[in-house]
């Protein structure tokens, strides 16, 4: 994770056409809290045209693993330091922060990874600080993900462009059909338009009305694509593939060092991590908690069906957690899954085992959605949905919301969690002894479009809003972020079997505490 310090609080300079119902005090305060919680340092104004000669260039760029404080040998239990330099095209030392870089040690002959806590000292240059956790030879990664001129042109389009992901809805009457544009704000104009903000919960959405239907005749909800005029530019070539969008950095001299077994003196590698950032490590390809949890393997059907003996577990969220009811339906031969004709990725899909007494749904969140269809009458927003639960010791609540926020301005990822979050500790109230578990965001796939509408770095401030929005409450986290990162396998927005095996395991563990 990225620690900037001395970071600015100043809201933002400029203001898009979306604007947001005031909040009551309190919590207005508590939203310019989070905002101010994600401020980044000031990154340069990009001009038009740009000049990539003083951009942060990653090929000119480099890593010095710094020799061990107070000399001798690296030893399972110390701190490993990287000195990051960011020079620009023309071969010049850059003078302000803001790149946004992530590190990772990987040991991929053991299956050992750990990701490293990166410190922006606003000058140009950086600090990767790593726990070493195993012994033998240990690979620094560092990779650039965006420039800074990259983040300043990602934050400016969540407040400019908050609709370049185009959405539909569909309104039928009888043989009448039509399609109107929709979207969390829209831009200002004549049209009159259809308020379908949840009584509730307080989510907003609009769409335009349509010539000849009314607004009751709304009956699905769909993305079309995504509008590229003011984004398509000279402003593209800060989203490079291979050039400067998610680039590995050199080194200057070696790029790894041997670790040796722990020494009497020292203190080992769980004590002090927690302060490091990481959660976890991988280890032989399995993860390691590094908060204490004690976690498990469950490899097999019978070892999932017992943890979740007599247990009812509810999932909402988007896709990266559909992945995980797949995992268990895979895993799960001998349970039935209960379709009832749900839209395909929409669900509400449930799993039913009889002999072992446990149920497992999935329902995907609210709107916004960047999906092919879903039907109106099946958007059900997450706070809506755990009023609706009854909760205790035998009940679990899985919740990941993060991928389809990342076009719009940060305000309303704020708001939605907060509505979450009223009713997570309605719930934990009513119920204290229902678990409930978040799974982060995680990096993803490099594409230049993609970058500019579901960018790592978008998922990252959703990340720290996530860990703030929730902390001190009884919630158990699972760091997809670290998960991914640590890997030695491809980033992807739906990680592969490997890590979501490992999600599940982390999961699994919270639900059946070892003894």
């Known amino acids: 994770s990225i620690n900037f310090k001395n970071i600015s609080t100043d809201p933002p300079k400029t203001q898009g056409f979306c604007t947001f119902k005031p909040l009551p005090p309190a919590e207005a305060q508590e939203e310019r809290h989070f905002l101010d919680l994600i401020a980044l340092p000031e990154t340069p104004l990009v001009p038009t045209p740009l000049s990539l000669e003083q951009t942060s260039h990653p090929a000119n760029s480099t890593f010095t693993i710094l020799p061990k404080s107070g000399g001798g040998e690296w030893h399972v239990g110390d701190q490993l330091e990287v000195l990051i330099k960011m020079f620009d095209f023309q071969g010049h030392a850059k003078k302000t922060g803001g790149d946004f870089l992530v590190a990772a040690l990987h040991s991929k002959g053991l299956g050992a990874g750990v990701t490293g806590r990166v410190v922006d000292h606003l000058n140009g240059s950086y600090s990767a600080l790593f726990p070493l956790l195993w012994e033998g030879s240990t690979r620094v990664e560092v990779i650039l993900l965006h420039t800074s001129e990259a983040v300043t042109v990602l934050r400016m389009l969540n407040i400019e462009r908050p609709d370049r992901v185009i959405f539909k809805g569909v309104f039928r009457s009888g043989s009448v059909s039509e399609t109107t544009v929709c979207n969390v704000c829209l831009p200002p104009s004549n049209q009159s338009q259809c308020n379908y903000t949840d009584l509730h919960t307080g989510d907003p959405w609009f769409c335009y009305k349509p010539q000849k239907l009314s607004c009751e005749a709304r009956v699905s909800h769909r993305i079309t694509g995504y509008k590229y005029q003011g984004i398509k530019n000279e402003k593209e070539k800060l989203f490079q593939k291979g050039v400067n969008l998610k680039v590995y950095i050199k080194a200057s001299g070696p790029d790894s060092v041997t670790v040796l077994p722990q020494t009497g003196g020292q203190s080992g590698p769980d004590d002090g991590s927690e302060k490091l950032g990481p959660s976890g490590y991988y280890y032989k390809g399995v993860w390691r908690a590094l ?225």
């Open 291 to 515: 908060d204490g949890t004690r976690l498990q393997q469950f490899n097999n059907s019978t070892a999932i069906s017992q943890c979740l003996k007599g247990k009812m577990v509810y999932m909402y969220g988007d896709s990266t957690l559909r992945q995980w009811f797949e995992y268990f339906k895979a895993s799960l031969p001998d349970a039935q899954e209960i379709n009832l004709n749900n839209p395909v990725r929409v669900g509400p899909f449930m799993i039913l085992d009889n002999a072992n007494n446990f149920v497992l749904t999935y329902r995907i969140h609210g709107l916004p959605l960047r999906i092919f269809s879903i039907p109106a009458s099946k958007e059900r927003y997450v706070a809506n949905e755990l009023d609706g639960l009854i909760g205790g010791t035998n009940t679990v609540v899985v919740l990941s919301i993060w991928a389809h926020f990342s076009t719009f301005p940060f305000e309303l990822f704020i708001r939605r969690m907060q509505s979450i979050r009223r009713a997570v500790v309605r719930l934990l109230d009513r119920a204290p002894g229902t678990l409930v578990v978040i799974r982060t965001g995680n990096v993803q796939t490099v594409r230049q479009s993609g970058m500019m509408n579901n960018s790592d770095w978008y998922v990252y401030q959703i990340n720290l809003v996530l860990r703030a929005m929730f902390k001190g409450l009884n919630v158990q986290w699972i760091d997809a972020w670290g998960m991914v990162l640590a890997h030695d396998l491809a980033h992807n927005l739906h990680p592969p079997p490997p890590i979501i095996k490992n999600m599940v395991n982390v999961l699994l563990s919270y639900i059946c505490p070892k003894k």
